[in-house]
């Protein structure tokens, strides 16, 4: 326990840091108030931490869900409406736990889950630059090519040639070689350095260097560019941030229909995170996906009870913590506490960090998930592997998160597809030395991804064949096949073709009806 807070503890700094703008630009990319994006993060971090299956993932607002919450905002009227469906999203996501549909994020090829680790590193740098460089017209979080400030991500880094901002820039330099310095030199040197993480340095140094040049008239860094947590004047107008849902809208049929929407997106981004997570994790263990769907469900039922934004599992989060050390879920948790008592008891502090420090820690974790090394080891991997990894990175880049993962996926199926047609993978073919006596063996498992290729060892046997058909280790046939099978009976009676099916019955030599053979067989059972 001992040894594991050692690596948690700092970690869990690192990850307060990156999570803090992240819930503040969400909620500002959703059109939704503030503090619904420190509530999120807070319960994220805490309750589905707490609940959580997963060791190092992390949970919070996600930047993918961003348009939706906009948009549905906009739809239902109200941000009243609005949380009484993440709080029914909530429902559906433990409904889907219980039904145990965290196995859908085992189905997405290892190939289209890295170019998402790799695109989210590319896009994490590429939106990074404006703020670096003290250029802060679109909010953090917002992740997607077409930008909520009516830009997109190029536009942006082209607009910041105009507006650089001299001390932002300046302080994210010195934050940026500290970093660096940390990274590859002193974090080998002394164990002193792998606790005090350098993002917490370069926080303390900005911090400093804002009190040290606020009266200087060149590097100076105005509010615009500091990270801007609520700071409520009393007691009463803190808890007054807090939104309850209208639950009179629950018979809202359009309420429904925005709950289901966020179920299944939130669902879908989180187990995709957990996958992309799984395989960062250096323990190699593995995330039970249906508890997951538990946990982040009580999250948003939580969260959209007291005026939170719907809550998922985060790469971004969850890379950083891997990458700082994290090795338990207490690093999470922490994470989430941090955000609690800094939020409660020092926003003032909070709001002197440069955004441009942050933004030079968020370079580092971009970079060590795109590093340039991974398309050469995917490319050396074969176009079967790089196709889908490209588009996939590619589409995240251009699109947004979810698209560019469906673009991913796609493409992996069509390559699926054309191998299945190449490739008579599904059997075992055997040619009797030219007796005329051909044999072919079906795999366990023949699907209608195999019809292709069926076809075409099937037209290309010459008239006169004996056909030995031996589905003796066959466990399942698919209906597709019965009927290919049942429609060459009839083109092998012109061509002169003998078919002898081997199964566990026996031998049987042309029989009557492919269909009605098959149908009494345990394979299709």
Same mark, same amino acid.
């Given at each position: 326990?001992?040894?594991?807070?050692?690596s948690d503890l700092p970690a869990s700094i690192v990850v307060f840091f990156v999570a803090l703008p992240l819930c503040l630009g969400i909620?500002?990319?959703?059109?939704?108030?503030l503090f619904s994006g420190l509530i999120a993060g807070i319960i994220g971090g805490i309750v589905v931490g707490i609940l959580s299956g997963?060791?190092?993932?992390?949970?919070?607002?996600?930047?993918?869900?961003?348009?939706?919450?906009?948009?549905?905002?906009?739809?239902?009227?109200?941000? #009243?409406?609005?949380?009484?469906?993440?709080?029914?999203?909530?429902?559906?996501?433990?409904?889907?736990?219980?039904?145990?549909?965290?196995?859908?994020?085992?189905?997405?090829?290892?190939?289209?889950?890295?170019?998402?680790?790799?695109?989210?590193?590319?896009?994490?740098?590429?939106?990074?630059?404006?703020?670096?460089?003290?250029?802060?017209?679109?909010?953090?979080?917002?992740?997607?090519?077409?930008?909520?400030?009516?830009?997109?991500?190029?536009?942006?880094?082209?607009?910041?040639?105009?507006?650089?901002?001299?001390?932002?820039?300046?302080?994210?330099?010195?934050?940026?070689?500290?970093?660096?310095?940390?990274?590859?030199?002193?974090?080998?040197?002394?164990?002193?350095?792998?606790?005090?993480?350098?993002?917490?340095?370069? +926080?303390?140094?900005?911090?400093?260097?804002?009190?040290?040049?606020?009266?200087? &008239?060149?590097?100076?860094?105005?509010? #615009?560019?500091?990270?801007?947590?609520?700071?409520?004047?009393?007691?009463?107008?803190?808890?007054?941030?807090?939104?309850?849902?209208?639950?009179?809208?629950?018979?809202?049929? $359009?309420?429904?229909?925005?709950?289901?929407?966020?179920?299944?997106?939130?669902?879908? &981004?989180?187990?995709?995170?957990?996958?992309?997570?799984?395989?960062?994790?250096?323990?190699?263990?593995?995330?039970?996906?249906?508890? #997951?769907?538990?946990? $982040?469900?009580?999250?948003?039922?939580?969260?959209?009870?007291?005026?939170?934004?719907?809550?998922?599992?985060?790469?971004?989060?969850?890379?950083?913590?891997?990458?700082?050390?994290?090795?338990?879920?207490?690093?999470?948790?922490?994470?989430?506490?941090?955000?609690?008592?800094?939020?409660?008891?020092?926003?003032?502090?909070?709001?002197?960090?440069?955004?441009?420090? *942050?933004?030079?820690?968020?370079?580092?974790?971009?970079?060590?998930?795109?590093?340039? +090394?991974?398309?050469?080891?995917?490319?050396?991997?074969?176009?079967? $592997?790089?196709?889908?990894?490209?588009?996939? +990175?590619?589409?995240?880049?251009?699109?947004? *998160?979810?698209?560019?993962?469906?673009?991913?996926?796609?493409?992996?199926?069509?390559?699926?597809?054309?191998?299945?047609?190449?490739?008579?993978?599904?059997?075992?073919?055997?040619?009797?030395?030219?007796?005329?006596?051909?044999?072919?063996?079906?795999?366990?498992?023949?699907?209608?991804?195999?019809?292709?290729?069926?076809?075409?060892?099937?037209?290309?046997?010459?008239?006169?064949?004996?056909?030995?058909?031996?589905?003796?280790?066959?466990?399942?046939?698919?209906?597709?096949?019965? #009927?290919?099978?049942?429609?060459?009976?009839?083109?092998?009676?012109?061509?002169?073709?003998?078919?002898?099916?081997?199964?566990?019955?026996?031998?049987?030599?042309?029989?009557?009806?492919?269909?009605?053979?098959?149908?009494?067989?345990?394979?299709?059972?």
């Amino acid at each position: 326990m001992l040894n594991s807070l050692k690596s948690d503890l700092p970690a869990s700094i690192v990850v307060f840091f990156v999570a803090l703008p992240l819930c503040l630009g969400i909620a500002l990319a959703s059109g939704a108030p503030l503090f619904s994006g420190l509530i999120a993060g807070i319960i994220g971090g805490i309750v589905v931490g707490i609940l959580s299956g997963s060791q190092i993932g992390v949970s919070g607002p996600a930047a993918g869900l961003a348009a939706i919450v906009l948009a549905a905002i906009s739809s239902l009227g109200s941000f #009243e409406n609005f949380l009484m469906a993440v709080v029914l999203g909530g429902v559906i996501q433990i409904v889907l736990g219980i039904l145990k549909a965290g196995i859908i994020g085992y189905y997405f090829p290892s190939s289209v889950i890295k170019g998402m680790l790799t695109g989210i590193g590319i896009i994490i740098i590429l939106k990074q630059i404006p703020h670096f460089f003290g250029y802060d017209a679109d909010p953090e979080g917002d992740f997607a090519f077409f930008q909520v400030d009516g830009g997109n991500t190029f536009s942006s880094i082209i607009n910041t040639i105009d507006n650089v901002s001299p001390g932002a820039t300046l302080i994210a330099m010195i934050s940026m070689g500290i970093l660096l310095l940390w990274d590859i030199v002193l974090s080998k040197k002394s164990r002193v350095f792998q606790l005090v993480q350098g993002p917490l340095v370069v +926080v303390a140094a900005g911090i400093i260097f804002y009190l040290l040049t606020r009266n200087n &008239e060149t590097f100076s860094i105005s509010a #615009e560019h500091l990270v801007s947590v609520p700071t409520p004047d009393s007691v009463s107008s803190f808890f007054g941030q807090f939104i309850t849902p209208n639950f009179g809208a629950i018979t809202n049929p $359009q309420v429904w229909l925005t709950a289901f929407t966020i179920a299944l997106v939130a669902s879908l &981004e989180t187990l995709l995170c957990v996958e992309a997570t799984d395989k960062l994790d250096t323990q190699k263990r593995v995330t039970p996906t249906n508890r #997951e769907l538990l946990a $982040q469900g009580t999250g948003n039922i939580l969260s959209g009870m007291i005026g939170g934004l719907p809550i998922t599992q985060v790469i971004v989060r969850s890379s950083a913590n891997v990458q700082s050390g994290g090795r338990t879920k207490i690093s999470a948790i922490v994470h989430g506490i941090f955000l609690l008592i800094f939020v409660v008891m020092a926003p003032g502090l909070l709001n002197m960090i440069p955004l441009s420090v *942050l933004a030079a820690i968020l370079f580092t974790v971009g970079y060590k998930l795109a590093k340039p +090394v991974l398309f050469k080891t995917m490319y050396a991997l074969g176009w079967k $592997q790089f196709l889908p990894f490209a588009v996939t +990175v590619f589409g995240i880049i251009f699109t947004d *998160l979810l698209f560019g993962i469906g673009m991913g996926l796609a493409v992996g199926v069509v390559v699926i597809l054309i191998k299945s047609y190449q490739n008579s993978f599904f059997l075992h073919k055997e040619d009797g030395q030219g007796s005329g006596r051909i044999k072919m063996t079906f795999a366990e498992e023949v699907t209608f991804f195999n019809k292709g290729a069926i076809l075409k060892e099937l037209d290309s046997l010459p008239s006169g064949t004996f056909l030995e058909l031996d589905i003796s280790n066959n466990r399942y046939l698919d209906h597709d096949i019965i #009927e290919i099978l049942d429609d060459f009976s009839h083109k092998a009676k012109l061509r002169d073709i003998t078919i002898q099916i081997i199964s566990e019955k026996g031998a049987v030599e042309n029989p009557a009806s492919y269909l009605e053979y098959f149908k009494s067989s345990p394979q299709t059972a």
